[in-house]
């Protein structure tokens, strides 16, 4: 059995109880299991006490004795270094939920971190592994997506990363450049890989934005377009803690950290384009 700690803003979140769930139940297989657990904020009933997990004193003391870590808070992503800076120092595969940090600087030094302490780094949004994209992408086959359009939801800063991993699923990250031409609560992005090929991401909030939006995409690949809603969230987190697990016991990413990096350098990047209008803001993270 792999023993993971889980290091967390407040663990009564809907992640960690779902990679829990996942993990104990239809992933079982897997032979994962939370075994140590801390907060920084904790709020509610005690998550440790209520899933059998130990209660850690500390990050440090979190990590003593297992074999990786999960720097989670999802919704404080502003923690993520903070974090990892606390956990990397024991060298254990470390999962970073849904993107490293809120800015490409903050997000380096977490990849610094990593190789200094020789971390196998993983990050990423469980939309990057949703089941009607990988269907997508093997109707594809090896044919180049030359186009591509995704649409999602909520507010780009935190919310942003899923709908533009719609796009890196389908088009890859060697993204050259972006605009954001777009207004705060409609963001509308464009990748450009080169070559003619781009992807527009398109994101908007309000109040009912449940009710009016969800996750799509389309990408084209000679003179068709495959597309579809994402409607399989269980699928799409199962899929995430699959690729987690394999990750955690082989030390090896689905996909490089320079990939992870693109995703918060396209997040940073498109408030700096619709800061100067729309104007074309250059990606790297060489």
Avoid at 12 to 18: E, V, W
Avoid at 24 to 39: F, S
Avoid at 152 to 158: P, Y
Avoid at 204 to 220: I, K, S
């Amino acid at each position: 059995m792999l023993r993971v700690a889980m290091i967390d803003h407040h663990l009564n979140n809907y992640h960690s109880d779902t990679f829990l769930r996942l993990f104990r139940g239809p992933l079982a297989g897997e032979e994962v299991d939370v075994v140590a657990a801390w907060e920084s904020a904790p709020v509610g009933e005690d998550w440790c006490a209520r899933n059998g997990v130990r209660r850690a004193d500390s990050p440090e003391d979190a990590v003593q004795g297992v074999d990786a870590v999960m720097v989670m808070a999802p919704d404080n992503v502003e923690e993520h270094l903070r974090f990892a800076s606390a956990v990397m120092p024991a060298g254990l595969p470390t999962f970073v939920d849904k993107f490293l940090a809120p800015t490409l600087d903050e997000a380096w030094e977490i990849a610094g971190l990593a190789r200094r302490h020789g971390c196998p780094l993983f990050s990423s949004s469980a939309l990057r592994f949703a089941v009607e994209l990988e269907a997508a992408r093997e109707q594809i086959g090896r044919q180049q997506v030359t186009d591509v359009a995704t649409r999602g939801l909520s507010h780009w800063n935190l919310y942003g990363c899923h709908t533009v991993s719609l796009a890196l699923g389908l088009m890859g990250a060697a993204v050259r450049r972006l605009s954001d031409t777009g207004t705060e609560t409609a963001r509308t992005v464009t990748l450009d890989y080169g070559d003619e090929r781009r992807a527009v991401v398109d994101v908007r909030t309000a109040a009912n934005e449940w009710d009016v939006f969800g996750w799509w995409f389309a990408g084209r690949a000679g003179d068709r377009y495959v597309a579809a809603a994402i409607t399989d969230f269980e699928g799409f987190y199962a899929n995430l803690m699959r690729q987690a697990a394999a990750f955690m016991k082989s030390g090896e990413a689905p996909f490089s950290v320079e990939d992870a990096l693109t995703m918060v350098a396209i997040l940073e990047g498109a408030d700096r384009s619709r800061a100067l209008d729309g104007a074309w803001v250059p990606i790297s993270v060489a």
